[in-house]
């Protein structure tokens, strides 16, 4: 599965500090996956399957699946349309509770326009009975300002690159196959278990009620 977020440093420091007890008792996760709407296939309900929730959404809830250890119970999803007219939802927002009751929040929304100078943002907030930490899993950039460029005001990445790293993770398991040590790759089941919670956040979406996620 292609669920880069979990290569980053950020995420391999976010799961380590969870396995290490630092934050306490993980009272509430509060995630968002913003963008800018893409173009082609992307705007067709047919083709797509949906918008910013199916787009977007993957990417937050594998990394808040991953980290943690535990699954997605229940979902509650709104969505709208409201900054391009068409039939995929441009807005959403996503409250999870998950199995050992702590809820989780997700803001997927296309709310950036063009005259963002970066696509979008991954971030998550982690409330703890000990501790609080914000990650932003696309912060390691700098500011490029220039009056030669279309884009007078640009992001500039530097730092870990989370599709490179996912892409060596994924040639060194083909090479080792299952002496493959400590893979990060997504598999099948993560992959099953979060288009579950998906299709329920679209469901509740359409039936305006909180539902369970069927595995």
Wanted: proline share 2%.
């Amino acid at each position: 599965m292609s669920l880069p977020v979990r290569f980053t440093r950020q995420a391999v420091m976010l799961k380590e500090m969870v396995k290490s007890s630092v934050f306490g008792d993980i009272v509430s996760l509060s995630g968002t996956n913003h963008g800018t709407l893409p173009g082609g296939w992307f705007r067709s309900l047919a083709l797509s399957g949906g918008g910013a929730i199916m787009d977007h959404g993957p990417h937050v809830i594998d990394l808040i699946r991953w980290a943690t250890g535990h699954e997605i119970s229940n979902v509650y999803a709104v969505t709208s349309n409201r900054f391009n007219g068409l039939e995929i939802e441009d807005s959403a927002l996503l409250s999870m509770e998950m199995d050992n009751g702590v809820i989780a929040f997700l803001d997927p929304s296309y709310s950036r326009g063009d005259y963002f100078p970066t696509w979008g943002d991954v971030t998550l907030n982690v409330e703890g009975t000990d501790l609080s930490a914000y990650y932003d899993f696309l912060g390691n950039k700098f500011d490029r300002y220039s009056i030669k460029s279309k884009k007078t005001h640009e992001y500039v990445g530097y730092d870990t690159d989370m599709d490179f790293n996912m892409i060596l993770d994924f040639l060194a398991l083909i090479k080792n196959g299952s002496n493959a040590k400590h893979s990060m790759l997504a598999t099948l089941d993560d992959g099953y278990s979060e288009l579950m919670v998906i299709l329920a956040a679209y469901r509740s979406a359409r039936e305006k009620k909180k539902v369970k996620i069927e595995r």
